[in-house]
Nanobody, 122 residues
Framework: QVTLVESGGGLVQAGGSLRLSCAAS????????MGWFRQAPGKEREFVAA????????GYVDSVKGRFTISRDNAKNTVYLQMNSLKHEDTAVYYC???????????????WGQGTQVTVSS
């Protein structure tokens, strides 16, 4: 059983920064890719960023490229999402997820966290 717990969300002004964390239980964290997704009110959940098992490969949705950075610390079983230059349209509940493979990009995730709210005021 894998448990993912996100933290770091909150209210920030446009142009500000937040860093989300996702702590994972289980001894196999370092074997799997991880991802971040988000869901805004009234919209479908969308892919944001992904990272491979060792951090060597990362991928982003076009709307966050150059502003968000995904990283991981396998010694701490934690994945991060550094969000800079935040925009009002980044407002959403952010979820981390464990991939089924060593790198899953925007699909093939099997475990999900409960989400953390990010609100960007304009």
């Amino acid at each position: 059983q894998v448990t993912l717990v996100e933290s770091g969300g909150g209210l920030v002004q446009a142009g500000g920064s937040l860093r989300l964390s996702c702590a994972a239980s289980g001894r196999t964290f370092s074997s799997y890719g991880m991802g971040w997704f988000r869901q805004a009110p009234g919209k479908e959940r969308e892919f944001v960023a992904a990272i491979s098992w060792n951090g060597g490969i990362t991928g982003y949705v076009d709307s966050v490229k150059g502003r968000f950075t995904i990283s991981r610390d396998n010694a701490k079983n934690t994945v991060y999402l550094q969000m800079n230059s935040l925009k009002h349209e980044d407002t959403a509940v952010y979820y981390c997820a464990r991939g089924k493979y060593s790198y899953s990009y925007n699909r093939d995730y099997d475990y999900w966290g409960q989400g953390t709210q990010v609100t960007v005021s304009s």
